[in-house]
């Protein structure tokens, strides 16, 4: 399979830590448990020989690799001849060269909004007719992945722009199975049950939670993750979606009532490790070591699918370690919604193999040989999820095949200054005592008004 770098965004892009991996075949067709009747069918409707395809997007070394296995089998089947290139830069170079008219067929992006700005710009193109119905249809919460990919043009007019594939799940709770089963403790299911499990935890002379919020100079941005999950615990997504555009605004009592919700887990000294107003100065990379002590220091760690690369060395999941939903409450009958996050494929110089490559990514192949290998999960309803590598991803798979509403990091939605700064900041004073939620939220918004 011949490969080609193509001009513009590549060749800058490789002088920028980018990566263009060369892919396989996994697996032979027809071998493993894939939809290979699917993936025929597929074959059989599109012939591609001579055509190229270009994919510029953020994944490097290993990601790059996967992806680049994915490509492979996208060629075998329809001759096509594809190129992927992965950059650290690609916010920056893609804009530069879609100015310039020298954009990729496909472009990848870490986030929406960046894609919404490119929409805006013209330099989008929608979607083929029929897709956002698919989506609606085949990936569980559909319509919540249809109005995170659905942006406005240049004449303000909405289309379905960005097809998201390979996302990651924040709502999580990582546990010591061994330590539950010592004191007897059952996984919640329920936020009344979560709750009660970390009074139990209390009584027994044990600490329920290890928080830890310091990351250098993006110091509390563990804290805006409760925060953003506690809201679609306790309001409607459209609530959420208000929030996070500033329509309802920051200092709105239901956004200051979500911030003393998450006071009540982390801003009482008998449920965290030791002082709650201490929490900001612990780096969130330590804090889930206490799961591991002897006796261990906390129970229980709310945070996202990455967190066992911190881990301690040989720690092994499923048996060491092991995670489950961070639930919902039952009373407030609002299903079971997912925070997270994820890559978005959007056509931005559109060719028939573009075209192919999109409508190649509605298969349940696409996903299953992307299941097969780390680090990638997937809402797909229709991907047998045998097909996941190991027991962890096929857990986080299914609490995203399972959720009702998935709502994207409202941190990164909202203007830089405010998600990744005076939010940021906020909640380090909130978390602190240094301020009260109210007075947070004030500042929070008064920083938004004046980004505007």
């Given at each position: 399979?011949?490969h080609?770098?193509?001009?513009?965004?590549?060749?800058?892009?490789?002088?920028a830590?980018?990566?263009?991996?060369?892919?396989?075949?996994?697996?032979?067709?027809g071998?493993?448990?894939?939809d290979?009747?699917?993936?025929?069918a597929?074959?059989?409707?599109?012939?591609?020989s001579?055509?190229?395809l270009?994919?510029?997007?953020?994944?490097l070394?290993?990601?790059?690799?996967?992806?680049e296995?994915?490509?492979?089998?996208?060629?075998?089947?329809?001759?096509?001849?594809?190129?992927?290139?992965?950059?650290d830069?690609?916010?920056?170079q893609?804009?530069?060269?879609?100015a310039?008219?020298?954009?990729?067929?496909?472009?990848?992006?870490p986030?929406?909004g960046?894609?919404?700005?490119?929409?805006?710009n013209?330099?989008?193109t929608p979607?083929?007719?029929?897709?956002?119905?698919?989506?609606k249809d085949?990936?569980?919460a559909?319509?919540?992945w249809v109005?995170?990919?659905?942006?406005?043009?240049a004449?303000?007019?909405?289309?379905?722009?960005g097809?998201?594939f390979n996302?990651?799940?924040?709502?999580?709770?990582?546990?010591?199975p061994e330590n539950?089963?010592d004191?007897?403790y059952e996984?919640?299911?329920t936020?009344?049950?979560?709750?009660?499990?970390?009074?139990?935890?209390?009584?027994d002379?044990?600490?329920p939670?290890?928080?830890?919020?310091?990351?250098g100079g993006?110091?509390?941005?563990?804290?805006?993750?409760?925060v953003?999950d506690?809201?679609l615990?306790?309001?409607?997504?459209?609530?959420?979606d208000?929030?996070?555009?500033n329509?309802?605004?920051?200092?709105?009592p239901?956004?200051?009532?979500v911030?003393e919700e998450y006071?009540?887990?982390?801003?009482?000294d008998?449920?965290?490790?030791?002082?709650?107003?201490?929490t900001?100065?612990?780096?969130?990379?330590d804090?889930p070591?206490?799961?591991?002590?002897?006796?261990?220091?906390?129970?229980?760690?709310?945070?996202a699918?990455?967190?066992?690369a911190?881990f301690p060395?040989?720690?092994?999941?499923?048996?060491?370690?092991?995670?489950?939903?961070?639930?919902?409450f039952?009373?407030?009958?609002?299903?079971?919604?997912?925070?997270?996050?994820?890559?978005l494929f959007?056509?931005?110089?559109?060719?028939?193999?573009a075209?192919?490559?999109?409508?190649?990514l509605?298969?349940?192949?696409?996903?299953?040989?992307?299941?097969?290998?780390d680090g990638?999960?997937?809402?797909?309803?229709?991907?047998?999820?045998d097909?996941?590598?190991?027991?962890?991803?096929?857990?986080?798979?299914e609490?995203?095949t399972?959720?009702?509403?998935?709502?994207?990091?409202?941190?990164?939605?909202?203007?830089?200054?405010?998600?990744?700064?005076?939010?940021w900041?906020?909640?380090v004073?909130?978390?602190?005592?240094a301020k009260?939620?109210?007075?947070?939220?004030?500042?929070i918004q008064?920083?938004?008004?004046a980004?505007?």
């Amino acid at each position: 399979m011949k490969h080609s770098l193509y001009a513009g965004a590549a060749t800058l892009a490789l002088m920028a830590g980018a990566v263009q991996a060369e892919g396989e075949l996994l697996h032979a067709v027809g071998e493993g448990s894939f939809d290979w009747d699917g993936y025929s069918a597929f074959a059989e409707a599109n012939d591609l020989s001579g055509e190229s395809l270009t994919i510029f997007g953020p994944w490097l070394a290993g990601e790059g690799k996967s992806f680049e296995n994915l490509v492979a089998y996208f060629d075998e089947a329809t001759g096509s001849n594809s190129s992927y290139v992965g950059s650290d830069s690609l916010e920056q170079q893609i804009l530069i060269d879609a100015a310039a008219g020298s954009a990729p067929n496909l472009t990848v992006f870490p986030q929406p909004g960046l894609a919404a700005n490119m929409a805006k710009n013209g330099y989008l193109t929608p979607l083929a007719d029929g897709s956002a119905d698919w989506i609606k249809d085949n990936f569980a919460a559909g319509q919540s992945w249809v109005d995170l990919g659905t942006f406005e043009n240049a004449e303000g007019a909405d289309g379905f722009y960005g097809f998201f594939f390979n996302v990651n799940v924040k709502s999580l709770v990582w546990y010591s199975p061994e330590n539950f089963e010592d004191f007897g403790y059952e996984v919640p299911e329920t936020m009344e049950d979560f709750k009660a499990l970390m009074d139990q935890m209390v009584a027994d002379g044990e600490t329920p939670l290890c928080v830890g919020l310091a990351s250098g100079g993006a110091t509390g941005w563990p804290a805006t993750d409760w925060v953003e999950d506690l809201m679609l615990r306790t309001q409607p997504p459209e609530v959420y979606d208000d929030w996070v555009s500033n329509e309802m605004k920051f200092d709105d009592p239901r956004v200051i009532a979500v911030i003393e919700e998450y006071g009540t887990f982390t801003r009482n000294d008998d449920y965290v490790v030791g002082d709650a107003d201490d929490t900001a100065a612990i780096d969130f990379r330590d804090s889930p070591k206490g799961l591991f002590d002897s006796p261990p220091a906390c129970m229980m760690h709310r945070q996202a699918s990455f967190i066992p690369a911190y881990f301690p060395e040989g720690t092994e999941l499923g048996a060491d370690a092991d995670f489950f939903y961070f639930p919902a409450f039952a009373e407030k009958d609002l299903g079971t919604p997912v925070l997270g996050a994820g890559t978005l494929f959007t056509v931005t110089n559109p060719n028939p193999a573009a075209e192919a490559f999109m409508e190649f990514l509605t298969t349940p192949f696409a996903h299953e040989i992307m299941m097969a290998q780390d680090g990638f999960l997937t809402p797909h309803l229709g991907a047998n999820p045998d097909n996941y590598s190991n027991d962890t991803q096929r857990g986080q798979g299914e609490i995203l095949t399972n959720a009702t509403t998935f709502r994207f990091d409202g941190s990164d939605l909202m203007p830089g200054a405010v998600g990744a700064g005076t939010f940021w900041t906020g909640m380090v004073d909130y978390s602190s005592g240094a301020k009260d939620a109210a007075t947070v939220a004030g500042e929070i918004q008064s920083s938004w008004d004046a980004a505007k």
